[in-house]
């Protein structure tokens, strides 16, 4: 009995092992500014499929036709974090004794990668839009962009060493 139930829990944690891995989720991004239609600093899914990068954020949404992509350039920043109990905390610090606040705001502090896409609109205008994404989502995110047809002034072998490292 012992070795039958040793044995199904074997076969099923072995089962969980070779099972194929999870769809990889899209970056959680900001717009920091520049989509049409969609707030600035509005927090949403960034994604690139059906030859388009796509902006979600609740009801409002945005997409840029990847052939219309004429550069993108990634950066990285450190950020302030913590919303409206970082802002309460930030606040506190001000009125620190002896600047001991300074170590507070330096707890609330992140870093960011940033992707900034200049694109054409339907008039052959020319806009961009930058987004903030966790560490490490803007190299794969341009990678993935460029083989999706955007146009970028990196060349294509840099983008394989920076996404592959």
């Known amino acids: 009995m012992k070795s039958t139930l040793f044995a199904s829990i074997f076969l099923v944690a072995a089962c ?9 989720q899209p970056p959680k991004a900001r717009l920091v500014i520049g989509l049409e239609g969609v707030k600035q600093n509005a927090s949403g899914l960034l ?3 059906d030859g388009s990068l796509q902006f979600k954020a609740g009801k409002s949404e945005a997409a840029v036709p990847t052939k219309d992509i004429r550069d993108i350039f990634v950066g990285n920043e450190t950020t302030q974090s913590g919303g409206k109990a970082g802002r309460v905390v930030k606040t506190a610090a001000i009125a620190a004794p002896f ?3 300074k170590a507070l705001t330096l707890l609330l502090r992140t870093n960011v990668d940033i992707l900034t896409v200049v694109y054409h609109g339907s008039n052959g205008e020319l806009h961009s839009a930058i987004f ?3 560490k490490g989502q803007a190299e794969p995110t341009r990678a993935e ?3 999706a047809g955007a ?5 294509a072998s840099e983008l394989k ?3 592959n490292p």
């Open 16 to 24: 969980g092992l070779f099972a194929d891995e999870p769809a990889q």
């Open 47 to 49: 994604t690139i499929k």
């Open 99 to 101: 600047g001991s606040g």
């Open 132 to 134: 903030a994404l966790p």
């Open 145 to 147: 962009l460029v083989a």
């Open 151 to 155: 146009h970028s002034s990196a060349p």
């Open 161 to 163: 060493e920076r996404s």
